[in-house]
């Protein structure tokens, strides 16, 4: 079992910026990701990033966010520039398991709040 660690939420106000960081157990393969989900809506893919690097975003967060991963050190991070207070969620570290979605791999969640 792959245990995922999330770290770097926060407060911050409109135009900052936070980096999340999730640290995983053991050696990831597979793609790894960031999904979000705020009060009364529901849970959103933010980004994404393959092992070998390939990306994508949620179009909400393109040019903003930045997703990365250390293959080395199984760790995957979210740069998130000029934060929007829409961006408020509770941010979840995630790592697919596309043989069985329903057994993706799941952080504990960190807050990101983004005050106007």
């Known amino acids: 079992q792959v245990q995922l660690v999330e770290s770097g939420g926060g407060l911050v106000q409109a135009g900052g910026s936070l980096r999340l960081s999730c640290a995983a157990s053991g050696s990831i393969f597979s793609t790894m990701g960031w999904y979000r989900q705020a009060p009364g809506k529901q849970r959103e893919l933010v980004a994404s990033i393959t092992r070998g690097g390939a990306t994508f975003y949620a179009g909400s967060v393109k040019g903003r966010f930045t997703i990365s991963r250390d293959n080395a050190k199984n760790t995957v991070n979210l740069q998130m520039n000029m934060l929007e207070p829409e961006d408020t969620a509770v941010y979840y570290c995630?790592?697919?398991?596309?043989?069985?979605?329903?057994?993706?791999?799941w952080g504990q969640g960190t807050q990101v709040t983004v005050s106007s």
């Open positions: 995630n790592v697919a398991n596309f043989i069985n979605r329903d057994r993706d791999y």
